[in-house]
């Protein structure tokens, strides 16, 4: 988890903005619209891992 | 114990840079997944989206209920997901409560029910990091 999220927090992932992504092993293994999309792409790849999923904010401004 | 952490930059076009406080989790039910959640001291309980909620197998039977952001009001259910945190040798581990939200197609936000009360946590905004201290002794590696 901890490879995943360094390579998260250092790398430019705008190509992906408004995506979903998964991480592993210092790279971008899967991207989609939906969760479920990306997670299903990263388990059919690796089986055997916790998939490391995350959502690229796009440009708008975040207000919660 | 504590857990340090650095804001993640995020940049917008046209808006300015922003950072924010982000966090790796690893959520667990029936299935597993890692994802990076945004600590929101503004939210009273977590929340996550539906798609995460049926990933990871959650109990979905509860009511749905109205559930208000400032984006207005949503449909959710309540239910609950154990959660691990990792920095280094260090490991957390607990329950927590969820607001599991239909419309919400957004990384987890981490509201203050029983993470706040979990850990102390330092925001030092002005050097882009923040630092947890779990509250309590049983908490460790």
């Known amino acids: 988890m901890e490879q995943e999220f360094k390579f998260f ?3 430019d992932f705008s190509q ?3 995506e979903w992504v998964a991480i592993s092993q210092n790279k971008v293994i899967a ?3 939906t969760a479920k999309e990306v997670f299903n792409k990263a388990k059919k790849q690796q089986p055997k891992t916790t998939p490391f999923i ?7 401004a975040m207000l919660f | 114990m504590t857990m340090h952490f650095r804001y993640k930059l995020q940049e917008r076009k046209n808006h300015g840079n922003v950072y924010a406080p982000c966090i790796p989790l690893t959520f667990s039910g029936k299935q597993k997944l ?5 600590i929101d001291s503004g939210a009273d309980t977590p929340v996550i ?5 049926e990933l990871l197998e959650l109990d979905l039977r509860g009511k749905k209920q109205d559930v208000a952001g400032i984006g207005g009001t949503v449909k ?6 154990s959660v691990k945190i990792e920095k280094g040798h260090d490991r957390v581990v607990f329950q927590m409560p969820v607001w599991v939200l239909d419309d919400f197609n957004n990384n987890p936000l981490l509201g203050r029910e029983v993470f706040f009360d979990k850990f102390n946590i330092k925001f030092q905004q002005n050097e ?3 630092i947890l201290s779990p509250t309590s002794s049983r908490a460790g590696r």
């Open chain 2, 34 to 38: 890692t994802s990076v959640a945004l």
């Open chain 2, 49 to 53: 989206s539906r798609d995460f909620a």
């Open chain 2, 76 to 81: 959710g259910t309540l239910s609950k997901v």
């Open chain 2, 128 to 130: 882009k990091k923040f």
């Open chain 1, 16 to 18: 992906y903005k408004d």
């Open chain 1, 31 to 33: 991207s989609g619209k």
């Open chain 1, 9 to 11: 927090m250092k790398e």
């Open chain 1, 54 to 60: 995350t959502k690229v904010r796009g440009n708008e």
